[in-house]
């Protein structure tokens, strides 16, 4: 039996549970089935039988499918009528062109995030608030499907032995599904959706999530080289920011990207982006981030980027760093500066045995500033503090907090209002501004 076979005789199983006095329980997710399926996949039938393996361009397709559509239409026996004949034509198109029942969410540009939990649950994102959608999917296998268009051009696989699988969309949006026997309501989907056109640090300013000053700063900082972590917690902003950071780096750099799933989007010209590769069926064949880190110091790089360091990595890193490959930037999930530091520590011990000590000299002498990201709970992402890594003395990492932020009320319609200060402290390491040519009056 197969796994989709397995998976519709558990929920039937399931369907059929009755209460402690014997009453039936409904389905936790009932919903009303569309009366227009069968037509649906009449026309879907057609399409493939008359189309086949034709290439055309998408805007030809969509014409054909039209056509297909309408004349399917008119040949039921009970008339459609023209409110629903629109709305099946377009998602007709959605499942041929796009990903079936969320492209429409995917389309929609006010949704930040896409959360398909099995068939019959779809949440999206919007403006940091979740809200349950009226999409739905016929059945398992309609998700399978999506996910395997997703997952089957950037060469991935997902089934019963790899269960888990990252990719990405053309556009960049970072995509994680899981299927069973580990997703247990059936294959789920998580999207995050990028923006058409990347923000620029003027738009992190205007949101509120940094100060011009502090651009100005991280300006500097990019553009003397300094190597500079991001940190925060899931959905805080990280990968936006980097963008943004990434954006300082001269033209004339060569830059070399490194990813799970290539989402990072830098506007230079000479970037070259390495991407992760899993084992293949055999278990053979697998390309992690540390290789692509060690390799990268073979490619004469000006600056690498690391989208998120969370394992034995981060020791190839931090060596890059203190061996020339200045201006290096990355990613780190924490809940505080001193947290980013700890997890670093954790992460080298991961892939060496080093001793503790050691480690804190290295981390020290390669990172020169964290930016710490939050989600605050009115889901506004701020940059909440900015810290230079001063030093390492007496067993400890000394970090010298130049911004953070402060709360100051919570308004009426539930914002958050505060700003991000500058405290007293000056910079302490100013070689690198030195060497640069840029003069330090932050």
């Given at each position: ?105 995917l389309k929609d540009e006010s949704v930040s995030e896409v959360m398909v939990n099995g068939p019959n649950q779809v949440y999206a ?252 709970r009115d889901k506004s992402r701020r940059v909440v503090e900015i810290a230079e890594v001063e030093g390492y003395s007496e067993g ?47």
């Amino acid at each position: 039996m197969s796994l989709l076979e397995r998976l519709e005789s558990r929920k039937k199983n399931e369907s059929a549970v009755t209460g402690k006095l014997g009453e039936r329980v409904k389905p936790a997710s009932s919903f009303r089935a569309d009366p227009f399926q069968s037509l649906k996949s009449k026309i879907h039938k057609r399409i493939v039988g008359e189309l086949g393996m034709a290439d055309l361009e998408r805007r030809q397709l969509e014409e054909a499918v039209t056509q297909i559509a309408e004349a399917c239409m008119e040949e039921e026996p009970i008339p459609v009528p023209r409110t629903e004949r629109g709305r099946i034509i377009s998602e007709i198109i959605d499942e041929v062109t796009g990903y079936g029942p969320i492209q429409s969410l995917l389309k929609d540009e006010s949704v930040s995030e896409v959360m398909v939990n099995g068939p019959n649950q779809v949440y999206a994102e919007r403006k940091g608030k979740l809200v349950l959608t009226d999409i739905r999917f016929r059945d398992d296998a309609h998700v399978m499907h999506v996910i395997e268009k997703i997952v089957s051009p950037l060469g991935r696989r997902i089934d019963e032995s790899s269960p888990m699988v990252d990719a990405r969309l053309p556009d960049g949006s970072r995509v994680n599904a899981v299927i069973p026997p580990l997703a247990l309501k059936g294959p789920s989907i998580t999207i995050r959706k990028f923006a058409k056109d990347p923000f620029t640090v003027d738009d992190l300013i205007r949101f509120g999530t940094m100060t011009k000053d502090m651009a100005e700063l991280l300006r500097a900082c990019v553009e003397g080289k300094l190597n500079i972590v991001v940190s925060g917690g899931t959905g805080s902003g990280k990968t936006t920011t980097l963008n943004v950071l990434s954006s300082f780096i001269p033209a004339e750099d060569r830059i070399i990207t490194i990813e799970d799933a290539a989402e990072l989007q830098l506007r230079q010209e000479h970037v070259v982006t390495l991407e992760t590769r899993p084992p293949n069926i055999e278990g053979k064949g697998a390309v992690t981030m540390r290789d692509l880190v060690r390799n990268s110091l073979r490619m004469r790089p000006d600056r690498i980027v690391v989208g998120e360091v969370r394992g034995g990595e981060a020791l190839d890193m931090l060596q890059a760093m203190n061996t020339g490959h200045d201006g290096s930037l990355s990613t780190i999930h924490s809940n505080t500066t001193r947290d980013a530091l700890a997890r670093l520590e954790t992460m080298v011990l991961c892939g060496a045995v080093i001793p503790i000590e050691a480690i804190r000299q290295q981390i020290a002498s390669a990172i020169d500033i964290i930016i710490h990201l939050a989600r605050l709970r009115d889901k506004s992402r701020r940059v909440v503090e900015i810290a230079e890594v001063e030093g390492y003395s007496e067993g400890v990492i000394k970090l010298n907090t130049l911004y953070t932020f402060e709360e100051e009320r919570e308004t009426q319609d539930k914002r958050i209002a505060g700003e991000l200060k500058r405290t007293a402290n000056s910079m302490q390491n100013l070689l690198k501004f030195k060497m640069a040519g840029i003069p330090y009056v932050f």
